[in-house]
């Protein structure tokens, strides 16, 4: 008990164990798991990712003016939710060509705020993609 | 896993034949949706300090029939048993409606007639 | 008149983590009969898992049951759809599924154990054991990349390999969580507020363990011989040193000390684990879709966690029933408060570790 009470004493002249936090920036570690990366150009557009993804947060959806690039035969884009992303990285598993095309990064998303349009415009690809299948 | 087929009527019988409390546990009472209105319904049990023995007795039923209480057996089937009614919206004896589900929840979510 | 008045605790209440009603009908100050309600966070994940996720996805939809037991969730679930395939994974990545089983068992006791000192009143031994808690936090963020959602474990293996220095920071920061529970093993057995206090409260009889099934740390502190990780064969955790514990006099304090010792026994199975572990792959890819039915159990934080899964040769999945520890201990819950004082009722809800959004699923 005594122990105690002397612990209890010294932590008064200790430096807390929270930091300073929107003065400080968080720290991440390298292999946090954050944002998925795509790399257009390397993309050969096999739609393995968007399969493997649990929660649907990747799409490829059809658009009038589709990237260029020899393997989109079908004039797809990429979209990405990263508010719907579990950040588990099993898309950058099943991707072929890892690190070029779909990779992880340690960068947490932006706050989004209304006019992004998050769910909105998110609803919208995926009834597009509906209709397309 | 040992499956024990049991007949609705005799189940109570089999069970409490079958049971001592000493060497076995429930697991838990299991609900299995068949057809539209047709169910298997499962008491799962484990032996205690043994290598992986676990029996399931099973009984497959209508949803309008009424499944027999173990309660005064094993009371703490009682959570299951109810879990089952809202479930599946089968009659348990002595088992009241509204451990998970509300009025205005999706009712009997895991038969195969939710509504 | 009426002799008896009734008191609500919850559904929101300050020494409640998460939404639980208890109605005590009280004669005086002692509880004479129990009614509880544990459905407010019912999210109808086992509808999910049948209707809106194919097989390899639900392995990350179950480890949201419940933020503290997640990776027994997701090995469970993966165990049971293993088993349906009848692959055979890796010895290095069933050593690396027990580490994070265990280091997550660790931070969960921790976390019972302060919650107990807070409704003890111990405000001071609650900042204490959060703080050391973030040891144990880091190194499964850097083991897994995450604090909480671990998303470690995959079908077929586990998704990231260890590296030497990995290794070593678990190695460093279990030593030190290892010096500071043994202080706290001195708190809990010595300090008035933490041990005399708690002595004879909330007891359960043996006989009563027997009867009302319980499981856990609530039986075990009741000296019933209950661990799942004595009763499975699937991972070896004979191998790495697991020793069951248990103790006989049932109460608050007893609970207290038996998951000390437990936490005690998974750093020495973790450091065990890093000194031996194997080499090989980590990754084995299993083929063809799940087809029967099986029966998995685990030994998670708070008790035996059961999940049957039954496949029909397809994605989807005919049935996935999650049995939880709190759920199937609930009885136990109810049978104890009787007969205790209304006034001691948060702290042996404490003690008992109550995970609702568990339960709840």
């Given amino acids: 008990m005594f122990t105690s009470f002397a612990k209890a004493f010294t932590n008064l002249f200790k430096k807390p164990q929270t930091i300073d936090y929107p003065l400080t920036p968080i720290v991440k570690d390298r292999d946090y798991r954050g944002l998925i990366g795509y790399g257009e150009e390397a993309c050969i557009y096999c739609l393995k990712c968007e399969k493997a993804c649990p929660p649907g947060a990747i799409l490829f959806v059809p658009v009038e003016n589709p990237p260029e690039n020899k393997q989109n035969k079908k004039g797809l884009k990429y979209h990405y939710n990263p508010y719907l992303c579990i950040y588990c990285s099993e898309c950058v598993r099943a991707c072929p060509k890892p690190d070029e095309a779909l990779w992880q990064s340690n960068k947490k998303p932006e706050v989004a705020v209304m006019d992004d ?9 995926e009834k597009l993609k509906k209709q397309n299948d | 896993m040992k ?6 009527e005799s189940v109570r019988d089999e069970i409490k034949s079958f049971y001592d409390y000493k060497q076995w546990h429930l697991l838990t009472l299991n609900g299995l949706a068949l057809a539209e209105n047709k169910m298997e319904v499962q008491w799962i049990f484990s032996k205690y300090e043994a290598m992986d023995e676990i029996v399931v007795y099973y009984t497959e039923i209508e949803n309008t029939e009424t499944i027999p209480s173990i309660v005064d057996m094993i009371p703490s089937a009682i959570i299951s048993q109810r879990e089952i009614v809202d479930m599946f919206g089968v009659k348990v004896d002595g088992s009241e409606k509204g451990l998970y589900l509300d009025e205005d929840s999706m009712q009997r979510p895991l038969s195969g007639c939710s509504i | 008149m009426k002799k008896t008045i009734n008191i609500p605790l919850g559904s929101q209440h300050i020494s409640l983590l998460e939404p639980v009603r208890f109605k005590f009908e009280c004669e005086n100050e002692k509880i004479i009969s129990v009614d509880s309600d544990v459905g407010f966070v019912h999210r109808g994940i086992e ?20 933020g503290l037991c997640a990776i027994t969730h997701s090995l469970s679930y993966t165990a049971a759809i293993e088993k349906l395939l009848g692959g055979e994974i890796t010895k290095k990545a069933k050593y690396l599924r027990i580490l994070l089983l265990e280091l997550d068992r660790v931070h969960s006791h921790m976390l019972c154990l302060s919650h107990t000192c807070e409704n ?52 460093n920061n279990l030593y030190e969580v290892k010096q500071r529970v043994l202080g706290y093993m001195d708190e809990f057995t010595n300090n008035w507020s933490l041990s005399l206090k708690f002595k004879t409260i909330g007891a359960l009889s043996l006989d009563d363990a027997y009867r009302l099934n319980a499981i856990g740390p609530l039986a075990r502190a009741s000296g019933l011989n209950i661990d799942v990780r004595n ?4 991972l070896p955790f004979s191998e790495v040193g697991f020793v069951m514990q248990t103790h006989s006099e049932g109460d608050i304090n007893a609970r207290n000390i038996v998951r000390l010792n437990e936490i005690l026994n998974s750093i020495l199975m973790c450091e065990n684990i890093l000194s031996g572990l194997p080499e090989g792959e980590i990754f084995t890819k299993l083929k063809g879709k799940p087809n029967g039915e099986a029966v998995v159990r685990f030994e998670a934080p708070r008790g035996e966690l059961m999940y049957y899964v039954k496949g029909n040769g397809s994605a989807m999945l005919d049935r996935v029933r999650i049995k939880t520890p709190t759920f199937a201990s609930i009885p136990a819950f109810s049978h104890i408060f009787v007969g205790e004082n209304y006034a001691d009722a948060p702290a042996i809800l404490a003690s008992f570790d109550p995970c609702l959004s568990c339960t709840a699923k």
Avoid: P
Avoid at chain 2, 3 to 8: D, G, H, Q, R, Y
Avoid at chain 3, 126 to 146: A, H, K, P, S, Y
């Fill in chain 1, 117 to 125: 349009r998050v769910n909105e415009g998110w609803f919208e690809l």
């Fill in chain 2, 3 to 8: 499956k024990i087929k049991v007949s609705l």
């Fill in chain 3, 47 to 66: 509808r999910a898992c049948t209707t809106k996720f194919k097989f390899d996805a639900i392995g990350y939809v179950v480890a949201r049951v419940c």
């Fill in chain 3, 120 to 171: 003890a009143g111990f405000e001071a031994m609650f900042m204490r054991i959060m703080g050391d808690r973030e040891l144990v936090m880091e190194i499964q963020e850097l083991l897994t990349g995450n604090r909480v959602q671990f998303d470690y474990i995959n079908i077929g293996g586990v998704n990231r390999d260890i590296s030497s220095e990995v290794a070593q920071k678990i190695v």
């Fill in chain 3, 231 to 234: 009763e499975i064969g699937y």
